[in-house]
C-alpha cells in the first residue's frame, strides 16, 4: 500500500512538471507568433478590412493574469480544503503584506518577458531564463549576506558556460 501511494506521488509531480515545461514553452511561442503574426483585423466602410500587426504586449500580461488569478480563485474555491480555524485564513492587511509584493514581481516578471517576446525569439529567452540560478545566488549574497558552499559556485560556470554555448549556436542572435 505505501509503495503504491509513493508510486502515485512521483506519478502525479512528474505529469505536474511535465505539464509546466509543455505549458510554459506553448505559452512563450504562441506569445511570440502574436507578436509576429498577429493582427487586429476591422470591417470599415464598404466592407474594407483593415488590419494591423498586434503590438500589445502588456495586454497579453494582463490577460495573462487575469486568467491566472481566475484559476487560482477557482482552486481555492472548490478543489482546496476549507481550514478549519480562522487562524489559517490571513487577514487583508496580511495578504497585503505578504502576497501583494510577490504577486507585483511576478506580474512584473511576466510583462517584461511577453515585452522581451518583442524583441527576442523564445528559444533565447528561454536560455535567458537559464541564468536564474546564477542571479538568484547573486541576489541573496548582496541583499541577504547569505553565504553558500563551494559546490554551488562551482556549478553557476557549468551552468552559465552551456548558456554561452547555446547562445553562440542560437540562430537569431546578433550580439550587436
Known amino acids: 500500500e505505501n509503495t503504491r501511494a509513493v508510486r502515485r506521488g512521483l506519478f502525479e509531480t512528474g505529469l505536474v512538471v511535465l505539464s509546466w515545461f509543455v505549458l510554459n514553452i506553448a505559452m512563450g511561442s504562441s506569445t511570440k507568433w502574436i507578436f509576429l503574426y498577429g493582427q487586429i483585423c476591422e470591417e470599415g466602410a464598404a466592407q474594407v478590412r483593415t488590419c494591423q500587426a498586434f503590438k500589445f504586449p502588456l495586454t497579453v500580461t494582463v490577460i495573462h493574469m487575469l486568467f491566472s488569478w481566475a484559476m487560482c480563485a477557482f482552486q481555492l474555491r472548490f478543489l482546496r480544503p476549507r481550514p478549519t480555524d480562522k487562524a489559517s485564513s490571513m487577514s487583508l492587511k496580511e495578504q497585503l503584506r505578504k502576497i501583494v509584493p510577490l504577486s507585483v514581481c511576478f506580474s512584473l516578471s511576466v510583462a517584461m518577458g511577453n515585452l522581451s517576446l518583442k524583441y527576442i525569439f523564445p528559444s533565447f529567452n528561454q536560455m535567458l531564463g537559464a541564468m536564474s540560478p546564477l542571479i538568484t545566488v547573486a541576489l541573496a549574497v548582496v ?13 553557476m560556470p557549468v551552468i552559465c558556460g552551456g548558456l554561452v554555448v547555446c547562445t553562440t549556436g542560437e540562430v537569431n542572435f546578433n550580439a550587436l
Not at 541583499?143 to 556549478?155: A, E, I
Open 143 to 155: 541583499m541577504q549576506r547569505k553565504r553558500y558552499n563551494w559546490w554551488t559556485w562551482v556549478s
